[in-house]
């Protein structure tokens, strides 16, 4: 979680800086400041809560220089307010961080003893103390930060500036994401590559343990000991719109719309038609290997994990082999049974939750595999992985994942197309049958986004509950689970996802006039017990919401609203029957007024435990 820019150049480096924070406020808004250098001085402003907060200072007092490092906040140590906004400074020496300083309390207590007095209640000042008390003794700036990092245990992207050598910018890594953008006489640094996709495609990925020094004609990237690391820049595809609203009036909405090509993007070129086959370019796992394994564990946090679960379904069906999901943050801390025959599937969109990185680490401690489902190219995750599954959904600001999701939905059902055929599971007419499907599913979503009036309606007859109840059975149990997740997301009212079969077990006692119950219902072979659930649910005065398909009959008497989504193969059902979900969630929320793309207490990737 949060933000960090950095840029060294010959043009003015505040709204460079603010640009780059705008595309990375989905990180952390809980206050933001930016520094800049000029003629020897460093300015700061900084802000409590979103930065339009920090642009409305900017706009009556204008911070001038070239060089400038500027944060987006999401609090862990101290609450959000102005005096905890980043940049911090002591003494001339200036920084902004992403992640945890572990040993905080004990270097400030040393520092303390030093005479140093603190205005923060932040982890992150240290640094800045730190470097100021190693510069004392050495007069380089350089070296001062790497000894003070030397000294700092934990997490953190850093970008520092400094009055004592004010043709410098530095930055380095560890644990926590960060970007170096090459342009034309002119360097850039951020923790994504949104913050910077309007002024170069040319991104240099630094590693753990790497820092870098920007002058106005060159960088150096060494690690951390000095040794200098030659690193080629890689050209991102991404280009600047897919990171603008395009006429839409959130980021959440923009994505929800975009699935059509998300997904179609995921499939291009990944098919062999003639002979029905998937073909995964960056695999990076050898067939012997996949073709004996005896267990996979699926590991990821929040909606990628709601995933996970439809994965099971998938792998466990087409491919035969036992399949454990598991949340990336339970994983880590229970000893899994890793051996050379199990392969860890980790699934995240931003490539960068620090429990799902843990959960890969933890596999590689113990000597196992791992494949990624990744979205964003060359991110800790992607690059830690054994091989990797890109879903091509492009960036996702939003908070609340929606592309993101239904792109995993289909690299899982590309892998295990490509499994089950490679250890014979699949005959070719399953396959093409399976293949089939998949190529109409754009089509197919185009439609489900059809219901968007239709639901704009149903939120305004619901919006006002205070609970919701998500009912879904099989691979639409994880459905529920995610409706309930975007819906508690975004709008702030309490909802749970259940297996509609366990109803009766408990959640039955909750049901009134006032819980509205979602219930996803496509016609399968449990779709009559499921429609049975929803007649217990109105036997109770409750409110049925159904999402079902066109081959299901005789809703209209059980449920107050239907909603209909497009028939395709059953393993492919929770992409359709997810975008209603994801579409309810989205309205509800906006005619409650809540700030949909940056809900509150929440930031988009996690990467603090
Ligand atoms: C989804 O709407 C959430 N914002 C959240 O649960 C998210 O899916 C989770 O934090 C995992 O993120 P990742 O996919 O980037 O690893």
Redesign the pocket.
Known sequence: MCGIVGYIGPRQATSIVLDGLRKLEYRGYDSAGIAALDQGKINICRAEGKLVNLEKILHERALIGTIGIGHTRWATHGRPSEINAHPHNSGGFVVVHNGIIENYLDLKTRLREQGHHFSSDTDTEIIAHLVEEHYKECSDFETSVRKALGDVRGAYAVAMICEQEPDKLIAAKQGSPLVVGQGQGEFFVASDIPAMLSHTREMVFLEDGELVVFTTEAMAITTLDGTPVEKTPKTITWSPVMAEKDGYRHFMLKEIHEQPRAIADTIAGRIREEHAEVFLADLGLEDDFLNDLERIYIV???????AALVGKFLLEKHARIPVEVDI?SEFRYRDPLVTAKTLTLV???????AD?LAALRETHGKGGKVLAIC??VESS?ARESDGIIYTHAGPEIG????K??TT?LVALYLFTLYLGNLCGKLDLETRRTMLDALVSLPRKVEECLELNAAIEQAAQSLMHASDFLYLGRGNQYPIALEGA??LK?ISYIHAEGYPAGEMKHGPIALIDEQLPVVVIAPHNETFEKVAANMEEVQARGGRVLAVTDQAATGLADRAEIVLVVPQTVDDLMPVLTSIPLQLLAYHIAVLKGTDVDQPRN?A???TVE
């Open positions: 990821a946090c929040g909606t990628s994990w709601h990336a699934i995240s969109q931003s490539g960068e939750t799902t979205n964003v995750i908070v609340a994942s929606t993101a999701f995993q997740l975007k997301e929440l988009k990737s996690v």
